[in-house]
T-cell receptor
Framework: KQEVTQIPAALSVPEGENLVLNCSFT??????LQWFRQDPGKGLTSLLL?????REQTSGRLNASLDKSSGRSTLYIAASQPGDSATYLC??????????????FGKGTLLTVNP | NAGVTQTPKFRVLKTGQSMTLLCAQD?????MYWYRQDPGMGLRLIHY???????AKGEVPDGYNVSRLKKQNFLLGLESAAPSQTSVYFC?????????????FGPGTRLTVL
């Protein structure tokens, strides 16, 4: 059974700092990995999706990497801003049997960027 | 293009009552999903559908039923609500299973069962 772990559970940084959020998964048989952002009381917003054949994806100040063989992904946020404060969720889509369209989520990292 | 919408946004039920949550998407997606999100548990898949007229069980299906009579709608039913079903429910949709298959989420329904 796929398990996804996100470390740290919470992170507080001063504005302007570069930071890295970590995600690890136990089964490397994945189709892709997706990073989401969730604001308090809101739904999930997709930030980046990395396919299993890719090593990284970039969108603005965000860069996500994927090392499928070691079961790890990182989300790098450059020059953090208070508006980046949210919970960041990592989710993997499996590619074996009946799991090939379901997402398994981590519990998230709560990021606070202080002005 | 509204994306994925959910109704209602909030609901309070008494134990034993029934209700239906509605999810609608206007992106012509084949796949639709229902998740629940609980503190400390993350998001867990309840049921999903790979096309009109189809449904399948996810990780935590007990106490819920679903129907997909139209491609754009996915209904989640609670026949006899229990306090353990107090949660935030999210619907999502995606294109056919492919290596891309990005899931798009609705804004959620916050359900309290007393």
């Amino acid at each position: 059974k796929q398990e996804v772990t996100q470390i740290p559970a919470a992170l507080s940084v001063p504005e302007g700092e570069n930071l890295v959020l970590n995600c690890s998964f136990t089964d490397s048989a994945i189709y892709n990995l997706q990073w989401f952002r969730q604001d308090p009381g809101k739904g999930l917003t997709s930030l980046l999706l990395i396919q299993s054949s890719q090593r990284e994806q970039t969108s603005g100040r965000l860069n996500a990497s994927l090392d499928k063989s070691s079961g790890r992904s990182t989300l790098y946020i450059a020059a953090s801003q208070p508006g980046d404060s949210a919970t960041y969720l990592c989710a993997v889509r499996g590619n074996s049997g009946g799991s090939n369209y379901k997402l398994t989520f981590g519990k998230g990292t709560l990021l606070t960027v202080n002005p | 293009n509204a994306g994925v919408t959910q109704t209602p946004k909030f609901r309070v039920l008494k134990t034993g009552q029934s209700m239906t949550l509605l999810c609608a998407q206007d992106m012509n997606h084949e796949y639709m999903y229902w998740y629940r999100q609980d503190p400390g548990m993350g998001l867990r898949l309840i049921h999903y559908s790979v096309g009109e007229g189809t449904t399948a069980k996810g990780e935590v299906p007990d106490g819920y039923n679903v129907s997909r009579l139209k491609k754009q709608n996915f209904l989640l039913g609670l026949e006899s609500a229990a306090p353990s079903q107090t949660s935030v429910y999210f619907c999502a949709s995606s294109y056919l299973a492919s290596s891309y298959n990005e899931q798009f989420f609705g804004p959620g329904t916050r359900l309290t069962v007393l």
